[in-house]
């Protein structure tokens, strides 16, 4: 069992920054891989970001240039700074953790909310 808890989220005007936190505790032994996904009301989840074991990344197009995701393994979190915020990234931000070949760990959300 994996436990998510997510961070920072907020209300934000266009252009601005925002950084979200994900927390991860429980069996996280082998867990190969961490990101962010994202939701909007009537909207399929969709990519943000992820980032594996050893450094690697993955965006969504919607996000590439703008969002950058890191990790601090020594706490057991990722984060996703966003820059240049834009009123279509309003949406809940949710964490994940997976192994490859198992269904993934979700967070609660947090709401990110871009005015314009």
């Known amino acids: 069992q994996v436990q998510l808890v997510e961070s920072g989220g907020g209300l934000v005007q266009a252009g601005g920054s925002l950084r979200l936190s994900c927390a991860a505790s429980?069996?996280?032994?082998?867990?190969?891989?961490m990101g962010w996904y994202r939701q909007a009301p009537g909207k399929q989840r969709e990519l943000v970001a992820h980032i594996t074991n050893n450094g690697g990344t993955n965006y969504g197009d919607s996000v590439k240039g703008r969002f950058t995701i890191s990790r601090d393994n020594t706490k057991n979190t990722v984060y996703l700074q966003m820059n240049s915020l834009k009123p279509e990234d309003t949406a809940v931000y949710c964490c994940?953790?997976?192994?490859?070949?198992?269904?993934?760990?979700w967070g609660q959300g947090t709401q990110v909310t871009v005015s314009s």
């Open positions: 994940m953790a997976a192994r490859y070949g198992f269904n993934p760990y």
């Open positions: 429980g069996s996280i032994f082998s867990i190969n891989v």
